[in-house]
């Protein structure tokens, strides 16, 4: 194998061929012009193109840059009719900020570690850094799988530590409840009942609701999940959509909409003047790990509230059944009444049998017996008592008493 950095030019008719050598394999290659310091410095590059990948790089492969990636990712979002694109371009706007101009060639795994540290600097979160980064990776395997490169750097992900756990405990969210617009209070309390996600309530039409069958169904292509559901209605979920469909605007198909028969947009202004009123200041994905939380609460089945909240695996669901500070107060409590409580010493009496020949089988003076056998049958007569102090059991009164 002849060693990286052979390499030189020949002259076919007018134009110069580069001629090298990378990992074994001889590569001969159109330098494209008649200036023969031209030729040389393209040899020049193409030499540091392998000792930096270690292989031979095409002539185009040279040519894609991160602005070509991004294109590339976003096509795939449009194109697969991904929901979250909107997130996607703001991660992209903050790569663009660093690598702007970039050859993929030069997106290494060392400049990829200087960018989050300079998003760390600027005080991005982890979790945020790990979308950008989540997305460099997308685009950079799209163009490997176009065939555009043959080759894609590791980028390491960093250690999450800011997961969201708010939640929004009833008496709170009555409050807030109390000071959102009219057109909102609905929507909202629907959130906080059924756990659904905010796209999800916008795009409820009234073609979705059935209620003479007191039941709503969620498209799937309305879905993150992309699989549909059926949600019953029942109590105050089916009073939200009587209520809606008196004040139903025809000209909407929307099951909500503001006074105007516009549909729900972006109301986040007067989420943040009904969180300053109340004094309670939460998230509106808030309602949904709250929603989650309170199903477990009331006693549902998992796998039941998985499927009214719409989660496909449970790791993200048992994030979502947040342990509040109420619920640990309450454990607290709980054990210092048990540890309070007198002791219960139960008085029970047994027959004795004659004494056998083998004395392992002779019954102790003092024997712990739990108090649920203390009701079996065997426990008769009057001729011997047993204290249970305790609940541990020894083999000398289970054989005994068998």
Known sequence: MKPYGEGKIRKRGNIYWLDYWARGERHRESAHTDDEDQARKLLRKRMAEVVHTGKALSATEGKVTFEDCAVALETDYAVNGKRSIRSIKLSIHHLQGYFQGARALDITTDRVKRYVAIRQGEGAENASINRELSALKRMLRLMLQAGRLSAVPYIPMLEEHNARQGFVEPADFRALHAELPSYLQDPVLFLYLSGWRLGE??????????????????????????????????????????????????????????????????????????????????LVHDLRRSAVRNMIRAGIAEHTAMAISGHRTRSIFDRYDIVSLTDLERSVDQVQEYIARPAARAIVTVNRREPSQNRHNELPAESSIPEKLLDSEGFSGATRRIRTDDLLITNQLLYRLS
Not at 237 to 255: K, M, N, Q, T
């Open 201 to 282: 309530m916008k795009s409820l039409q009234w073609r979705d609701v059935d209620l003479p069958d007191q039941a709503i169904h969620l498209r799937p292509e309305h879905s993150k999940s992309k699989r549909g559901r059926v949600l019953p209605l029942r109590g105050e979920l089916l009073g939200i959509f009587e209520r809606a469909l008196d004040r139903r605007s025809l000209a909407c198909p929307y099951v909500f909409h503001d006074d105007g028969g516009r549909p729900i947009g972006d109301f986040r202004k007067a989420w943040r003047t009904a969180g300053r009123a109340s004094g309670i200041r939460v």
